[in-house]
């Protein structure tokens, strides 16, 4: 008989109360049984930690963790990393629903792959009411470069991550990068040689993705990897090669500018996802979204 090893989900949440319910269930509905949720609550004023209680009352799996403070993502992703009991970790966002498939399939195929640490899925990208905008993923995997990693064109998709604790341990986040966290993340373990990635290319997350075309916030971001790459990647490049990447980045911060200020933001949403989602991935999100409307999670 084999045993299946324990996962841990960890959920971040902070003022989260219309989507951390749709978030849990898609945990409870994994076709994949062993394992535990931790919800950490980041200081949230509203009633999201209610609602995360409600579901702990009823599935001694699930963990809930809060002590008022507001400490951002990055310390809580460190936070759930020590607190795991899991072999393996999977991310997950509070706004986010994933596949009842998502577990098994990752966990699978880290189990066959023993060379491989982490392993990222395609996603659908969502508005807040659930309609589609389309599908993102790596549809034809490669290995990472150097120029990948520093351009943040490495096809991982933070959120739909799984992974080994121990890698986790040996990669823990910079807590002081709160919006570009896993830029760095990729890449200052690449540069220790210690991104061995894998790809599913079927969409197993599903990523509302309304709040995340901020001006100010992707100009934060821009900003953030400009930065990570004048400090980390010093020793790897020389002069002239570290400021044509950076470049690059300020090119991107000047065409996000300008789309703002011609209100064709819109864009950003589309140019991130493929021009036409495959009916079969069209099928699956209807299929696991009933899932979750039916309430049958057990």
Do not use: C
């Not at 200081?43 to 001694?60: C, P, V």
């Not at 809930?64 to 403070?69: E, T």
């Not at 990222?120 to 290995?143: H, M, Q």
């Not at 990523?207 to 971001?221: F, G, P």
């Amino acid at each position: 008989m084999n045993i299946q090893p324990l996962v841990t989900i960890g959920i971040p949440f902070y003022n989260a109360e219309f989507y951390l319910s749709d978030a849990i269930k898609s945990v409870i509905a994994q076709t994949y049984k062993s394992w535990e949720l931790i919800l950490i609550d980041d200081g949230s004023t509203d009633n999201s930690l209610s609602i995360a209680k409600s579901f702990a009352q009823k599935d001694s799996r699930i963990r809930i963790i809060f002590d008022g403070q507001n400490k951002k993502l990055p310390a809580r992703l460190n936070q759930i990393i020590h607190e795991a009991k899991g072999k393996y970790i999977a991310r997950m966002d509070a706004d986010d629903i994933v596949s009842p498939q998502r577990l098994e399939l990752q966990i699978e195929f880290l189990q066959a792959s023993p060379e491989i640490d982490l392993i990222s899925t395609g996603i659908l990208s969502l508005k807040n009411d659930l309609t589609l905008v389309g599908y993102r993923g790596t549809t034809n995997p490669k290995s990472i470069n150097l120029a990948d990693a520093i351009m943040g064109t490495t096809g991982i998709i933070h959120a739909s991550v799984v992974a080994k604790k121990d890698w986790f341990l040996r990669n823990p986040y910079n807590e002081n990068n709160r919006l570009a966290e896993d830029y760095e993340l990729w890449l200052t373990a690449y540069l220790k040689n210690d991104l061995k990635v894998g790809f599913i290319e079927k969409p197993l997350y599903y990523y509302r993705e309304d709040q995340s075309i901020q001006l100010k916030k992707l100009l934060t971001a821009y900003d953030s990897q400009i930065d990570i790459i004048s400090k980390v990647s010093s020793q790897y490049l020389d002069n002239r090669t570290k400021q044509k990447f950076i470049n690059k980045f300020l090119l991107k911060k000047i065409m996000v500018r300008i789309l703002f200020l011609t209100k064709q933001e819109g864009l950003l949403h589309k140019r991130r996802v493929q021009s036409q989602t495959p009916d079969f991935y069209i099928q699956q999100l209807q299929r696991d979204l009933s899932y979750l409307t039916q309430g049958d999670t057990n």
